[in-house]
């Protein structure tokens, strides 16, 4: 059996997508930016795909900005209003300890131009408190960028509270929405949000194209130079076939959410908390962030005495394609920052493992994976001396049996 279980790196693109991006590789070639009939029937594709995705978003559409994916929207979004804090010396940015690394990099980028950057802590369930916001702002406080879906361990945050919070304190609130966007309903107006990334490789869209949401009155401040696309904000002849299969990705994708944001789809919780029963099942083994307030298809336990990579390998083998964290990190031998942030110690965070899937995954694939793991668990244990001296009681136990 092979069981692919590593959505949040990436999904496949739906052949309905695939169908709906094939007109503009040969039929709608033109450039958007051209002045001929072809050219501007490629103009009003561009035009009707960005509408579509602004609807799905709840804006309007000259809020949408096209980029290469998320992590170019996430530095253009903090460098804008960072930049622009500056010049009023507004200089003090917050976000958290467990944002993807194109946030935190970007974040240390501006700490080295002098900015203050304050990362919040995260409590052991993976859920920033609002009050930890509110308490952090500063009359030098430019933004407020925090996460919507944590990507390693799919716990869901009070995005709408955070937004109230910062309207209220005229401070600019930008999310990361890579891991949200096509899992739970998002509605940049409800929830308050001024700025928002998203990625459409997350949802069954094609890679290499993204979007950047910013509220009407926000001026981009370019990262790439160039040519006059996207309103001079982003350069570049757009990627028609990507941003046509964007649209219907997002479609398709909202379409199967309800509006219970804990609970957008219930057929696919099922399915994840029937293999969370199962992997705590396991001994001295733990679900890393809160039970309930996550996606519907991202699981990540902690396993003591076992090294991330030689279960990803074993359970490779045995046709599970799985992860120990975020894929963008995958080469580093460092544990994932993000378990770190929500207290497991080094010795435990080395032995995570990432169960991301979607709808189309079944109750037979979910038993299987339980049983792949406790094997495989069990197998890696047998052969470790930390888990020789765990049960000799040399070591102390982290987890409870």
């Known amino acids: 059996m ?191 949000i001024d700025m928002l990334s998203i990625s459409a490789h997350k949802f069954h869209g094609p890679k290499g194209i993204g979007v950047l949401y910013a509220r009407r009155g926000i001026l981009l401040e370019n990262v790439i130079e160039g040519g006059a696309q996207e309103r001079g904000k982003r350069p570049g002849t757009e990627n028609l076939p990507a941003i046509m299969g964007m649209a219907k990705a997002l479609e398709d994708a909202n379409a199967l959410l309800n509006d219970d944001i804990y609970a957008a789809q219930p057929e696919l919780i099922a399915k994840r908390d029937r293999l969370i029963a199962g992997l705590e099942k396991i001994p001295h083994g733990e679900l890393n962030g809160d039970r309930t307030r996550r996606v519907g298809g991202t699981v990540n336990f902690c396993f003591e005495a076992i090294e991330g990579e030689s279960l990803l390998l074993l359970l490779d083998d045995k046709g599970i394609r799985a992860s120990s964290g975020s894929a963008c990190t995958s080469g580093s031998l460092d544990p994932s920052h993000v378990l770190l942030a929500i207290g497991r110690p080094h010795e435990v965070a080395h032995g995570s493992l990432r169960l991301s899937f979607d709808n189309s995954i079944t109750n037979e694939e979910i038993d299987y994976m339980i049983k792949a793991v406790a094997d495989t668990v069990d197998y890696l244990r047998n052969m470790s001396p930390v888990w020789r001296d765990l049960q000799q009681g040399k070591r102390s136990f982290v987890f409870p049996e």
Do not use: W
């Not at 804006?59 to 009023?88: M, R, V, W, Y």
């Not at 203050?116 to 930890?132: M, R």
């Open 2 to 192: 092979e069981i692919y279980a590593d959505n949040a790196a990436t999904t496949a693109v739906s052949p309905a997508v695939v169908e709906a991006m094939l007109p503009y590789f040969t039929d709608v070639y033109g450039n958007p930016s051209s002045l001929h009939t072809s050219g501007q029937k490629a103009k009003e594709a561009l035009e009707d795909a960005r509408a579509r995705i602004a609807a799905q978003l709840n804006c309007l559409p000259n809020e949408i900005t096209f980029t290469s994916g998320g992590t170019e929207a996430d530095n253009q979004a903090i460098l804008t209003i960072a930049h622009k804090g500056a010049k009023t010396g507004k200089k003090h940015i917050i976000s958290t300890a467990f944002e993807h690394h194109a946030v935190l990099h970007t974040l240390e980028k501006l700490k080295k131009e002098g900015f203050e950057i304050e990362l919040l802590d995260v409590h052991s369930t993976g859920v920033i408190d609002p009050q930890q916001v509110a308490d952090a702002i500063r009359e030098d406080t430019c933004l407020v960028t925090i996460m919507y879906v944590n990507n390693e361990i799919g716990t869901i945050q009070p995005i709408a509270e955070i937004g109230r919070i910062c309207n209220e304190k005229k401070v600019i609130f930008h999310t990361d929405a890579v891991q949200a966007v096509g899992h739970v309903p998002v509605d940049v107006r409800r929830d308050n």
